[in-house]
């Protein structure tokens, strides 16, 4: 099994979270769908932690996708405020911890309050560089790229910069947040196989785990059962290998 391994050279750097299955968690257990990000929400406390135990120095977390706006008004409603509320509760803990809180994605569309809370957050743990925590909020990866694309033209009009300058590492520069180290890992739960639009730029070479288990459900150990996983995959990167 995984185990306290900070230090360990096999600890993925970049850890890429979708959490996927809420809803379907609650309607399991009778309860109205809102519950279960309610319930996702504390487990992505719980979570938090652990990754840090673990020396995971890099995690992003998917929590509302471009497309996630076509859910009910109250769905989507309960889900900004547990969201305020859960980093109400944590931007402390984080901020001692020297965890720099990031947030990808349009955060002027979201509620006052939830877009508030998430301006303090960033400028609160602004000087922190042990941990970086990466929440990915009104966040789609082709709008991420189309942005990176119109902000970089934007740069050549104004003379900053000429179209040669566009290299793969220069284009970094333009995402949410630049300087994120690429994605190693990404695993999603709820048994759902795909992106669903997920830093398509980030994830280029991250290997994927896919998990049955329902966001609410997935639990410390649920993690170290992805790690296994990870450590056994061989990472190529074109070339030959370990074998
Ligand atoms: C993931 O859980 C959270 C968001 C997409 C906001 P879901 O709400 O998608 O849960 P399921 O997939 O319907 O079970
Ligand atoms: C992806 O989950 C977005 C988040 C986890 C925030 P969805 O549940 O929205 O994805 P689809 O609709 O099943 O692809
Ligand atoms: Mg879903």
């Known amino acids: 099994m995984a185990k306290k391994t900070t ?22 257990r009778g309860l109205p769908r809102y519950l279960g990000h309610k319930a996702a929400c504390e487990r992505l406390s719980s979570l938090l932690r652990h990754c840090r135990d673990l020396g995971i120095k890099v995690t992003s ?12 008004k109250d ?16 931007i402390d803990e984080l901020k001692e911890n020297g965890t720099r809180i990031l947030v990808s994605g349009e955060i002027d569309r979201l509620p006052e309050a939830t877009r508030d809370i998430c301006l303090r957050a960033i400028e609160e743990t602004k000087a922190n560089d042990r941990f970086y925590f990466n929440v990915c909020l009104n966040y789609g990866g082709r709008d991420e790229i189309v942005r990176a694309a119109r902000l970089f033209a934007d740069d050549c009009v104004n003379g900053k910069r000429k179209p040669s300058d566009l290299t793969e590492l220069t284009f970094k520069d333009y995402l949410f947040v630049p300087g994120l180290p690429d994605v190693d890992l990404l695993i999603r739960t709820s048994g759902e196989e795909r992106l669903s639009n997920y830093l398509l730029y980030e994830i280029a070479y991250a290997e994927f785990v896919f998990t049955d288990t329902y966001w609410p459900d997935f639990d410390d150990k649920a993690l170290d059962r992805c790690l296994d996983e990870y450590y056994k995959r061989n990472r190529r990167f074109g070339g030959l290998g370990n074998g």
């Not at 600890?11 to 399991?28: E, Q, S």
């Not at 977390?61 to 009910?72: D, I, L, Q, V």
């Not at 769905?75 to 944590?90: A, G, Q």
């Open 61 to 72: 977390f998917f929590a509302f996708s471009t497309e996630n706006w076509s859910r009910p």
């Open 75 to 90: 769905e989507v409603d309960h889900l900004m405020e547990y969201l305020r509320v859960f980093f109400e509760k944590n």
């Open 7 to 28: 230090g360990d050279e096999r600890i993925p750097t970049h850890v890429a979270f979708i959490m996927d299955g809420n809803g379907r968690w609650a309607k399991l």
